[in-house]
């Protein structure tokens, strides 16, 4: 079986790294901000891994199109490359919606889905390399969901053993990068969706790849974990700082971010986790055109307020 040993030690340097996580994740849940702020400070946080997520995959498209891109998808046919950055933002908002603080069972599926969402309308299908590899994610996932470490702990080692088993023949190390995102919110470690990993990550490429080669020479995954941790500490100080200086980088017009009486509205109506809406309730709500009920829609999934659900005409909307 392709299974990596899960053999790590919590180490000094990991003692130090998760209480000063736990510290700055309290930080950050409890600094207050206007809704207007927080709600442009998560928009951003997610083009940002959008952004550097892609990077490492080697998508050329500049942080400014991705911006553009999410902010109102081109209604021409797509690149494979603006395709990419529609679909880790798309799994981004499943990761969310399905798996903050949930009591849910991770399952093979589980890790099926995240392809499916993040790769499939790139790379096609992955279910036959999937069905070979179901065994081995299987008893990974049972054993991972047995465990009490930390929430980080729990991630770093479910990133490095969904590379290591490489589930589907193409983007394995893009799953596990958003399947630690999956670990850490459904252990409420989302610290106000303003995490960044990706940044990390992309900052020293050098360093990603020792710390990944480093499980296989030493046979432990401790190396591996302080390097992850360190990211977690490093991504969060950053977080904290755009909190406190409530600091934008993407220069959208300042229409892009405000909500008109409708939006509002709408925002209300779904204020019940229950309540959902449909382009056809927003056109009676208002007396609209179904042009007017999608472009009011439309602005409040590109703030990731709301989240879309289904094809066509059974699409309906939740609040995110």
Sequence with gaps: MARVTLVYG???KLKELLPQADNLRTKILLTPLPPAVER??????????VFWGLSLAENPIS????????????KRKL?????????YKKTLDYIKE??????KMITPQTVLKI???????????GKASFRTKRQDLAHFLNYLQTGKEHPIIQAGVAQIQIIKISPFEYANRRVARLFTYLMLYKNGFDCRDLLVLEQYYRSDVIGLKEALSSVDIQQNLTFWLEYFAKGVVVQLEKALEDIQQQKFKTDLPPSFWRLNEKQKQILQYLEDPQQKITNQQVQQMFKVSQITASRYLAKLASLGLILAHGKGRATFYTKA
């Excluded at 399905?98 to 009591?103: D, M, Q, R, Y």
């Excluded at 392809?115 to 299908?125: D, I, Q, R, T």
């Design 10 to 12: 919590i180490s000094d």
């Design 40 to 49: 442009r400070l998560r928009w951003e946080a997610n083009l940002q891994k």
């Design 63 to 74: 942080k400014a199109n991705m911006a553009k891109i999410l902010a109102s998808p081109p």
């Design 79 to 87: 690149t494979n490359f603006e395709k990419e950055v529609l679909s």
């Design 98 to 103: 399905e798996w903050l603080a949930s009591p």
């Design 115 to 125: 392809y499916n969402l993040a790769c499939e309308p790139v790379f096609g299908s």
